[in-house]
Each structure stands twice: as C-alpha cells, then as structure tokens.
C-alpha cells in the first residue's frame, strides 16, 4: 500500500486530477510511485503554476520511461538544447516557425496514432501562454469505450483498424514518405492497431480511434459501413464523453496518458504568441 505523501484533487470531471505537494527539485522514488499511480487512475494529471527549468522537466521525465521522440523534433519543433524536447510554438524567427503545430486548432487525436508503439506519456508545459485561446480539452477513451451501446460495442470487439501515415491531418507528406501511387488508401503505407486497446498496465479496456476518421478503416469491412460505423464512434466519442478543458497558466503541466486518452487544442490569436515545451515517453505496442 503506498503511503500518501501526494495530494490528488479531482478536476472538473473524471478526467483530469489536480497533484498538489509535489517538489520537481525535491522527490523521491516514492513521490513518483505516487504520481504514476495517479497518472494511471485518472488518465490526466494537472501540475499547477510549477516554475521548473527544461532540464527539471527532462529530469522528471526521464521516471516515466524511454524518451520518445516526435518527427517534428527533428523539423521545426527541435529545442536548441533538449533534444529530449519538442517545443510547440506559433513564434517565428526570421520568417521561420521556431516550433511546431502553429496557431491553428488541433481536432481531437490521441498522438501519433499511427505508429507501431504510440506513446504512453506527454509531459506538456507552459511556457508562454496568449491572453486568450489554446485551450486544450482531454477526454477519456476509457469512458468513450465502457459507454457505447451494446450493439456498437459489439460492432468493435475484436476489430483491427487501419491508418495511413502518408499525410498528416492537413494533408502534408510526413517526413521521409512518398506521394502514394494507389487511388485506395487502404493500399498505402499505414499502421493496423486493435479498435479496442488493452492498456498495459490497467488491464482496461479503451476505444482507440487514432487522430481522424479520415482515411481510416476498419480492417474488413466494407468502406461504406467502416466509414459509418467510424463516424458514429467519432460523434459518440467527442460529443458525449466529459471533457476536461484546461486553460493553461505559465508553468501548469498537464501529464497525459495517451493510451487512453484523446486532447484537442483550440485556435489562438496569431499575433499573439504561445509556446509550449513536452517531453514524451514511450509505450507498448497496443494489443
Ligand atoms: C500535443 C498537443 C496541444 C497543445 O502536445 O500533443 O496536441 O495544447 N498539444 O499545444
Ligand atoms: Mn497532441
């Protein structure tokens, strides 16, 4: 039985829990038993106004796993120092982004879904934040999965779906892919994952949706009833789940297990600047 040094305060919904008494320049291997306890029952933890460095984040980091890092690191979105690091900013220098993702909203994903082994973790940190817009919202796939209909529940147990990952959301080639040849995407490049995911270290069972609906397939079906069928889990998902909508500070951190969860980030003023800095652990292959 862990004894509890932390605390954790339910915030706004299930989704999220606020962790109160925890030192970034002062823990121990009990404080991170602790939080990775928390990580786990809530899916999201919130760090409020915490004032640490980017080696301190890298430093906490490191506790939760392997550094995974994101293709955009090695683009725009590489930190001068921090290799462990991807900044997301709208900031430009010399007329060149300075960061990643833009002032554009990002619709609802889980990230990089289309990877063998997705992430487990995001470590995301304020460090600049516009005066208003970039809000980020989180919901639980946990809850999206426990709570769908029977009959749809049993239109995925058991399904494989299928993700290209030839282009990304806005349509751009990612790095190091080719301009397919084939007219059916199903053809392409891509990543076959379980529609419902056993999370390694709960044991419970999410919907697993990816980043868009879009060129998505549930492996075996007919396109047309995939394509309904996804849309009907993509609006059961993002319209009746219970959001979590932080709106972030300077210094909050917001700690997200990927494996079930989905965030989605709102449109910011692009004359105002946002900059944000996450590290990102490395998780199973989901089964
Ligand atoms: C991410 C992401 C949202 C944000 O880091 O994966 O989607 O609020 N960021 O910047
Ligand atoms: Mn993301």
């Known amino acids: 039985m862990l004894k509890k040094r932390l605390k954790a305060e339910q ?6 829990a606020d962790i109160a008494g925890f030192d970034f320049n002062d823990y121990d291997a009990h404080d991170i038993d602790e939080v990775r306890h928390y990580w786990l029952t ?4 919130r760090f409020k106004n915490t004032r640490i460095t980017d ?6 980091s490191r506790n939760f796993g392997e550094f995974v890092i994101h293709p955009k690191q090695l683009q725009e979105g590489g930190h001068p120092t921090h290799p462990e690091i991807l900044v997301i900013s709208n900031a430009t220098q010399d007329g060149k982004p300075t960061g990643a993702m833009g002032n554009s909203e990002a619709t609802w994903h889980t990230d990089t879904w289309f990877y063998e082994r997705p992430p487990a973790g995001a470590i995301l940190r304020a460090v600049k934040i516009p005066p208003s817009g970039g809000d980020t919202y989180f919901l639980s796939t946990y809850m999206a999965y426990e709570t769908l209909p029977a009959a749809l529940r049993k239109l995925v147990d058991g399904r494989q779906i299928f993700f290209q990952n030839v282009y990304d959301k806005t349509g751009k080639l990612r790095l190091g892919k080719t301009e397919p040849t ?13 529609l419902v995911r056993t999370h390694g270290e709960t044991g419970r069972k999410a919907l697993y949706l990816g980043g868009t609906a879009d060129k998505a397939w549930i ?11 996804l849309a009907e889990l993509w609006d059961h998902t993002t319209n009746e789940q219970e959001v979590f909508v932080q709106q972030w500070e300077e210094g909050d951190i917001m700690m997200w297990d990927n494996r079930c ?3 989605r980030r709102d449109s ?13 652990t490395s998780g199973e292959r989901p089964i």
């Open 219 to 229: 492996v075996g079906m007919p396109l047309d009833e995939s394509e309904a069928l």
């Open 55 to 60: 080696a301190d984040q890298v430093a906490f």
């Open 182 to 194: 084939s007219k059916d995407f199903r053809e392409w490049s891509g990543m076959v994952h379980p």
């Open 11 to 16: 915030a706004q919904s299930n989704v999220c």
């Open 261 to 263: 969860t989905m965030h």
């Open 268 to 280: 910011f003023d692009p004359a105002s600047i946002r900059i944000m800095h996450r590290t990102t």
């Open 42 to 45: 809530y899916g999201v933890l």
